[in-house]
Each structure stands twice: as structure tokens, then as C-alpha cells.
């Protein structure tokens, strides 16, 4: 018999398992998002190389957790331990790192003043990127149609017979399509922004929880095989509860 409690090992390994899976997902989800993480940093909208870090960490750590629990390695089980220590306290500091950087973004992005938006709609790059945003959302204007000044784009048209509660007639002395869309994108920014946060912190705070669980179990079977080797190879069986 194995010097760890077989149900305790099997959990273990289950569990390390299932990270390593979701570290999988982790790194796709970071190749997706990194292309709309592109088109939102002109609004103050976070990096992915958090995720990067965070999907990769996810799997080695996973892996080597697997292999620590099968070999019963005593030395592999205390350096996983210390990375649960270390990787707690990391996404603690990371995590409330993150809601400070939120509330900042969030009141930023709330109370942009009318002359920084005339300033970023001098720039054509930016002009461009709202045009887009526009077709893809539904949406005319960061905060409203006129911060396009007299011309609208097309990119604010909307077809009447399918977004008509959605639709309103273009500004007076205005040209461009007679029907825009009546939301602005500053919304679908905001909400957009505040959501990738708010998925940052539940993963952070969830690690930190994780880490914590797997501290304290790589510990006790530290000790059950500290215990097993002390006692000359008799086998650990785990308390009934």
C-alpha cells in the first residue's frame, strides 16, 4: 500500500487534474481575448498578459502536483506546497490590486469630459476603431451621436424594420443616414470594461481560495508520509468521520 490514503491521493490528483484543464482553457481564452484587449486599450481597458501568467502557472503547477501525489514524493509534495503559499498570497495582492485599478478605470471611463472627446476624434485612428465598434455593437458615438460633429458615418445607420425601438432621426443640421442607432458605445465600453474586471477578480480571489485548499492538504500528506516512514512502512489510513 501506497504511504498516502489512497481517497486523499485519488482527490488530489482529481483535482490537479481539473485545474490543469482549465489552465488549457485559460490559454485559449487568452488567445481570444487578446484581440479585443487590442481594440479596447484606447478606452483604458486591462491587458491580458495576466491571463498569459495565470493559464500557465494553472498547468505547470497542475502537472507538477500530479506528479508529486503519484510518486509520493515528500521533497516534490513541500515545493508544491510552497507554490500554493506563494501562489495565495500573489493572487491576494493581484486581486486587490485589481479592484482599486477597476473603481479608477470605471470612474475614468464615467466621467470623460466633452473636450477629451473632441480630442480623440481628432485622431483618425480612433475614428476608425469607433466605426467599427459601431457596426459590431449597434451603437453611434461614444457618448452621443454628435461627437461626430456635422457628418455622421454610416456605421451609425440603423435599418428601421429591425432595430426600430433602437432607432432615432440623425441631430438637426446633421448629414449623413437619416435613421442612427439611439445608444452611444460608451455604455457597451463601460459594461464591456467593468465585466473583464469583474471576471479578473473572481479568478484571482478563486485561486487564492484553491491555493489555500491545496496548501493545507499537500501539508497533511506530507505529514502521512512523514508518519508512514516512521512508523516503517505501516500504512495511513484516514480518520472516519
Known amino acids: 500500500m501506497g504511504k498516502i490514503n489512497g481517497c486523499l491521493k485519488c482527490l488530489f490528483i482529481f483535482f490537479n487534474v481539473l485545474f490543469a484543464i482549465i489552465g488549457c482553457v485559460l490559454m485559449y481564452l487568452a488567445v481570444k481575448a487578446t484581440a479585443i484587449a487590442a481594440q479596447l ?10 491571463l498569459w501568467v495565470i493559464a500557465i502557472g494553472v498547468l505547470g503547477i497542475s502537472t507538477f502536483g ?4 503519484c ?47 473632441e480630442a480623440f476624434m481628432k485622431e483618425q485612428e480612433f475614428r476608425d476603431m469607433l466605426s467599427n465598434l459601431q457596426e459590431s455593437l449597434h451603437c453611434c458615438g461614444l457618448l452621443s451621436a454628435k461627437d461626430w460633429g ?9 435599418p428601421g424594420r429591425s432595430y426600430q ?4 432621426s440623425r441631430p438637426q443640421g446633421t448629414s449623413g443616414p437619416t435613421e442612427i442607432y439611439k445608444q452611444s458605445c460608451g455604455g457597451f465600453i463601460l459594461t464591456t470594461v467593468d465585466l473583464v474586471f469583474q471576471i479578473m477578480m473572481g479568478i484571482l480571489f478563486g485561486f487564492a481560495v484553491t491555493a489555500l485548499l491545496g496548501l493545507l492538504i499537500s501539508i497533511y500528506m506530507v505529514y502521512q508520509i512523514r508518519r508512514h ?3 516503517g512502512g505501516a500504512s495511513i489510513a484516514m480518520r472516519g468521520y
Open 41 to 50: 486599450a484606447v478606452f483604458g481597458g486591462p491587458g491580458v498578459g495576466w
Open 165 to 168: 425601438s433602437s432607432c432615432t
Open 66 to 69: 500530479i506528479y508529486a501525489a
Open 71 to 117: 510518486s509520493e514524493n515528500s521533497l516534490a509534495l513541500k515545493i508544491f506546497a510552497g507554490f500554493m503559499g506563494a501562489g495565495m498570497l500573489i493572487m491576494l495582492i493581484f486581486g486587490i490590486a485589481v479592484a482599486v485599478i477597476r473603481n479608477k478605470v470605471v470612474d475614468g471611463l464615467t466621467g470623460v469630459a466633452n473636450e477629451y472627446i
Open 229 to 231: 516512514d516512521g512508523a
Open 150 to 158: 456635422s457628418t455622421i458615418p454610416d456605421s451609425c445607420s440603423c
